[in-house]
């Protein structure tokens, strides 16, 4: 069977029990991402960094697609949880990358006054594969080295 896109585990997490990401209905759209690790998400204070929750997981896919991570729906009224970035993107050639192997990872803030314990194996978001356009005269010639 040829590989078109899929989940694959990130180097360091081979040992871990790292589930793929699964869609949970015929319709659904996105694949819902689980935590590689118990971590925790301390309530906000102003000037800190986002937390990064490892999912043990790397993507690939077609070159003219990418990975959205989007926040689980029930993140920041339950457990206070809102993405850094609003929406993650993951493009097809951070797969693999020398930095991390293409790790992927949620950067949550905790708008909670209390902080968030995450389990491992937890829900903690959903990625959805998407195509993108590139405009006339694109000439992008860059290399990916690393990244988040």
Do not use: H, W
């Amino acid at each position: 069977m040829e590989r078109v896109r899929g989940f694959e585990v990130a180097k360091g997490f081979e040992q871990a029990g790292i589930n793929m990401p699964v869609r949970k209905t015929k319709y659904s759209a996105g694949y819902d991402v689980e935590a590689a690790e118990d971590c925790v998400v301390p309530a906000f204070k102003a000037g800190q960094a986002p937390t990064l929750v490892k999912t043990g997981i790397k993507a690939y896919m077609p070159e003219d697609e990418y990975l959205m991570l989007c926040n689980r729906s029930s993140n920041p009224k339950k457990k206070g949880l809102v993405l850094s970035n609003g929406v993650g993107i993951v493009d097809g050639d951070y797969y693999g990358n020398p930095d991390n192997d293409g790790l992927i990872m949620y950067a949550f803030y905790n708008f909670f006054a209390e902080d968030v314990q995450i389990k491992k194996g937890d829900v903690i978001g959903q990625v959805i594969f998407s195509k993108y356009f590139k405009v006339d005269n694109d000439n992008a010639e860059g290399i990916r080295t690393g990244g988040f």
